[in-house]
Structures are given as C-alpha cells and as structure tokens.
C-alpha cells in the first residue's frame, strides 16, 4: 500500500491520535518508532512523512533523531512539537529554551499563503505544550506562524517540502487542526482518499481467503466489538472452515456469558461452529495471590492460548489462530511506536513465546476502534453489537483492583449491572447524554461505614464513565449527580460488601480508561 503516510513516533503521548486524524482524512496511516531508520522508510515509499512530539530536547547528547538523511529522501515532512524542533535543529537551526513557556490554548496568527494554512482564518486558537522553542530557523526556511511569545509557531521550506510546526495540530484545541493536517496529506503530499471502509472489507476478505485456503480456523470470540466484527469478516471469507471459541474465564459482566451463547451459539442468527468453554474455576486458581496488573495481564493471555490450544486438538488439525486485535491493542503493547509499554494486551503483549499455531491472523489489526465500528456496519453486522460497550478482553480481571477471587467478581458484577443500568434508564429518559463507555470497578480499598446499627469495614466501588472520540484520549462523563446518587444508593443497599462509591474523574491521559 503506497499511498500512505508514516508517523515517526519520538515518544509523544498523541502518536496515536495523530495517525488517527491522517485516517480521518480516508488515508492509510502507520506509526513507527524513530529506531526504524531511514533506509526502510526509505523502503517503505511513502507519500509523506509525519514527526510526532516527545519529551527530549533535540539538542541535548542522545536526543533521538533520524539525521539530515530523512529531509533528502524527496518526501514532504510535517515535524510537530519535538519533530519540528529536531527539524530545525539537524538541518542548522537552533534551538533552545524558550524565555515564556507555552502550554494550553494559545491565539496565533497564520500566513495562510502557506499551503499548509490554505483556507483557515489569518487568527485562531491552537494546542501548545513547549518548554524549548526554534530560536532560529534553518536555512531556506521562513516563518509561517507566530504567537505573542513565540516567534516561529511554524515554518516551511516549500521548495523541499519541509513543514516544522511548534502545536499540535491533532488535538480538538486546536480549532483548524484537521484542516491543517489534511492540507498536509492531501495538498502537499497528494494522497487519494481512498482508506475506506468497504474496500477495507474486501480487501480483507480476498486476504484472508488467499492466506487461509483449504485450511482450519480458530477464533477467539469474546462477544466484544473486536471479536465479533472478526468473526463476521472470517466467516464472510471462508465460511465454515471457522471455529469460534468462547471461553468464559468467569470475569464477564453480569449474565454475558449466556448472552454471548445466544447471540453466537445454535440459537443465534450467525451460522457459526460455536464451542462454550467454562474455565472460571482454573482461572480464578492461576489468579490466586496476584496482585500486579501486568502479572494478570499475562496469566489471563497465557491461560487464554493454552485453552485454545486444547481445543484444536479436540477439533482436529487447525491451522491458525484469529484474534480480534486492534491497533491501538498493537502500539499500546510498545510494538508499533517509541512511547513504552503502556500495558499488555492479553491477546498481543501478553502472548507467550510458544504458540502452537501455523499463523496467527489479525483481520483488524490496522483499525482503530471507530473504523472497526464501521467495519462492522459494512458486514452487516446488527447495530446493538458493532455500538455494544467496549470490554476489555482480561475482563473484570483488571477492573479488580489487587487479587481476583470469586467472590469480588460477583462484587463487581452486581454493582456494575445496577451502574450501567441506572445510566441506560437516565439516557432514555433524557437526563444525560451516553457517555462513550461506562463501568464499575472494585478497588482494594476497604473502610469504615454504618449500616443499620452496625460498623461495617467494606470494599469501595469506583465509578467510571468516559466521554471519547477515538478512545486514545478521553475526558470524564459528566454524569448528573442525581444519578450517582441513585447508582450509589442502590450498590450499597444490594450489593453485599460494598459501603462506599467513588466517581473518578480523571482524564485519559494521564490516567487510561480502564483501571489497570
């Protein structure tokens, strides 16, 4: 696929969010850490190169850097934050610290003769967050930007293609971000919009049909979105040559396993070899005394393999494994980018060394979770299951804050079904808008309370509800306090164990969505 853009990853917490403004612009993206090296970009052929921010300055020993090489490969480069920095500072400029630190949203001025600023207004507000500045520009550039305290806000050299801007463009804050980095990938590098979701489909299914051909399939079915949309690609591929297995590790929500079988199994309207595992008990026994979150992370992965493996060999000779892996499961896992391992998804990072599979195969691998959405829809999938609320594939095992047992699952699964209850009735009944995803989680925090007569020494329930576009960056829900009110009222009155709920507000980053 040549008409893409490359993301050069330099650390940045947006990496991912950039090359999710690229795709939004019906252009195929991929993010690289900068250790990839310019000789397989080179390799790589792409129509334009983008250099994401980071946490280093470009002048200090060691900054990571590409070198003089990347600008003279004849491919347009947008650098932002720490990529226009490093830019400026390996083609001669300088760079150093700024006399006024930027952070926040900030009103600048554009010379919108630049191609890059074609069509947004001369004044706008963009997302700042620079302590270093370009104190001097290279040769052959000249500014196209600036602040009030920020002399080059952004700079170009047209000629060469070369585009060094100090924002960042990708966040929403920025008010003509996406106008700004579409001028990029379709002016300045002339990419077609051609990343779309039907031939996405298409494509895959010819893929997968020509990988596959005679042979046996095995596919891990969650009931989740990612699952499902997998199994709905493979099974239009190659039908009955399909094998879904869904192993219920007993850290489902409420009742899901049952739903899962009747959506799935004999009954559903999928026509589907469907295999129900019940291994609760096993999992709960590798989890006893666990308490570290990559710990679980692993167990759940492992354990989730070996099943599968067992289930092969009492099928017959299968020949690969699906998993409904995504790409921010792959970049999160610290195999797509430079930004560390942020945690391990059981189905990626969390694989053991040896599998006992020819292949594995990730139909959605390079989707983001919107464009599995949408590639759902495109499968005709039913819209209650592509727009079904996002769950994780450990389960409640990370939504269980220390050690998993049975009895703090079932904790977690009451007061999440009441949670995810009360806020289903407060959007229908036009009290809130839904937030994007919703949940309980059981902390390892036990205190004080009265109930009755009585002292009680309890667990806390931590409430959470995330407003998202992409699930990459998230703000919290504002959910009516009269609705927590009544979610609160109602765990503790039904669920045994709990005296104390707790509404966390914090954002996606620094914290993650889910708790661990």
Known sequence: MQNKILVIDFGGQYNQLV????????????????????????????KGIILTGGPNSCYLEGAP???????????PVLGLCYGAQMMQNDLGGCVGIAPVRE???????????????????????????????ISEMAPGFKTVAHTNDCPVAACENQEKGLYAIQFHPEVLHTVYGK??????????????????????????????????????????????????????????????????????HGLMRKNEGDEVEAVFGPAGNFDLNFIRVNAQDRYYAKLAGVTEPERKRKIIGEEFIRIFE????????????????IYPDVVESGMGGESAVIKSHHNVGGLPDFVDFKEIIEPLRDLFK?????AGLELGLPHELVFRQPFPGPGLGIRIIGEVTGDKVKIVQDADYIYREEIAKAVKEGIMEEPNQYFAALTNMRSVGVMGDYRTYDYAIALRAVKTIDFMTAEAADVPASVLQKVMSRIINEVNGVNRVLYDITSKPPGTIEME
């Not at 067992?310 to 892996?325: N, R, Y």
């Not at 919107?370 to 949408?374: L, S, T």
């Open 103 to 133: 952070y926040g949203k900030t009103n600048t001025y554009f010379d919108t003769n630049s191609p890059l600023f074609k069509g947004i207004p001369e004044e706008s507000i963009v997302w700042m967050s620079h302590t270093d500045y």
């Open 179 to 248: 106008e700004i980095l579409s001028n990029f990938v379709l002016g300045i590098c002339g990419c077609e919009p051609d990343w779309r979701m039907d031939s996405f489909v298409e494509d895959s299914i010819a893929a997968i049909k020509e990988k596959v051909g005679d042979g046996k399939v095995l596919l891990a079915l969650s009931g989740g979105v990612d699952s499902s949309v997998a199994a709905g690609l493979l099974a239009r591929a190659i039908g009955n040559q399909l094998t879904c297995v869904f192993v219920d």
């Open 19 to 46: 090359a999710r403004r690229v795709r939004e612009c019906n252009v195929y993206s991929e993010i690289y850490s900068y250790r990839i090296g310019v000789e397989k970009i080179r390799e790589m052929d792409p």
């Open 310 to 325: 067992e289930e092969s060999k009492k099928i017959g000779a299968v020949d690969f494994l699906a998993q409904g892996t």
């Open 65 to 75: 850097s590409l070198g003089k090489e990347l600008f003279e490969l004849g491919v």
């Open 370 to 374: 919107d464009e599995v959405r949408k």
